[in-house]
């Protein structure tokens, strides 16, 4: 097996402290919110590992920071609606941030992964 870069174990570690909030949250929100947050996450641990393995993993540049935003949504959503306290949402947003930083000077920011043509048009 390859030797993990920094970027993995950093997000392994987020992982298993967000799967340990989302197993707290309200059982009405478990078929909702909780597996959105589950799959983004656990999508974004197979993108990252997938990484690992490839020399080309400029081509997941835009797949992973749609992941990274995506998950920064689900948390605020969490925050208000009050499954997550202010100091939690800091800490996740800010974790997510440095994997985001870690992600880019990984990659070294070449956004290689095409965007349809009519997501790269202004609006």
Known sequence: MK?????YTRYYDLLGW???????FPKNMRFGLVQKIERIAL????LIVEAVYRRDRATLYVRVNLELEKLR???RLSHDRSLLSADQLRYA???I???GRMWHRWTGGQ???TLNEADRKPV
């Not at 030797?3 to 970027?7: E, K, L, S, Y």
Request: proline share 7%.
């Open 3 to 7: 030797t993990r870069p920094p970027i």
């Open 18 to 24: 967000l799967l340990d909030r989302t197993a707290k």
């Open 43 to 46: 999508d974004l641990l197979e």
């Open 73 to 75: 949504v689900f948390l």
């Open 93 to 95: 947003v800010g974790e």
């Open 97 to 99: 941030d440095e994997i």
């Open 111 to 113: 956004k290689t992964d």
